[in-house]
């Protein structure tokens, strides 16, 4: 069974700060997804990898397929950024098993 | 296209009733999933179609619930005889996905919130 955790599970900062959510998960993937979830529940995807590094805007991903670990950065965080981080893999099939989350607030 | 759509958004009822939730999918995905969360945790996968073909099912769904999609457009997820545990934001997705490949981005609906008294 694949387990996906995250860490921390609650995250504040300051605004302008270098953030860091980390995801590690227990069986290989095809692919690993970075989605942001706002308060009263949408849900945007972020990222979707299965290798290597992706950068979009000031938000970055990386996975390590070795070590079985992704990280999420957000570069000169800013409070639009507070929302829920979510992070889910994918294993052959087309489920998403989905960790429990990392809550931001950034503050002003 | 607006993306995907779900109906209601908030629904709520007493146990025992049954209940029926809507997805519609972004119109060229041949993929529709349905997830669902509680509160505080991450969203559980619970079933996904591929067209109209129902290709998996979690154990999470039990006798009670059951999902179609007729012609491969919308979706339909149908509750009965609810249960106070039932309780929970229901969340669709689609996404486009080549025969036995893996899928792409999935597209999230907006959910529908079901609180059973």
């Known amino acids: 069974k694949n387990e996906v955790e995250q860490s921390p599970q609650n995250l504040t900062a300051q605004e302008g700060e270098f953030i860091t959510i980390n995801c590690s998960y227990s069986v290989g993937i095809s692919a690993l997804h970075w989605l942001q979830q706002h308060p009263g529940g949408g849900i945007v995807s972020l990222f979707m990898l299965s290798s290597g590094k992706k950068k979009h805007g000031r938000l970055i991903a990386t996975i390590n397929i070795q070590e079985k670990h992704s990280s999420l950065h957000i570069t000169a965080s800013h409070p639009r950024d507070s929302a829920v981080y979510i992070c889910a893999t994918a294993y052959n099939t087309d489920k998403l098993i989905f960790g429990t989350g990392t809550r931001l607030q950034v503050f002003p | 296209d607006t993306g995907v759509s779900q109906d209601p958004r908030h629904k709520i009822t007493k146990r025992g009733q049954n209940v029926t939730f809507r997805c519609d999918p972004i119109?060229?995905?041949?993929?529709l999933y349905w997830y669902r969360q509680t509160l505080g945790q991450g969203p559980e996968f619970l079933t996904y179609?591929?067209?109209?073909?129902?290709?998996?099912k979690s154990r999470l769904l039990s006798d009670r619930f059951s999902a179609e999609r007729p012609k491969g457009s919308f979706s339909t997820l149908e509750i009965q005889r609810t249960e106070q545990g039932d309780s929970a934001m229901y969340l669709c997705?689609?996404?486009?996905?080549?025969?036995?490949?893996?899928?792409?981005?999935?597209?999230f609906g907006p959910g529908t919130r079901l609180t059973v008294l």
């Open positions: 997705a689609s996404s486009f996905g080549l025969h036995g490949g893996a899928t792409g981005t999935q597209y």
């Open positions: 119109s060229e995905h041949n993929r």
């Open positions: 179609f591929q067209n109209e073909a129902q290709l998996e």
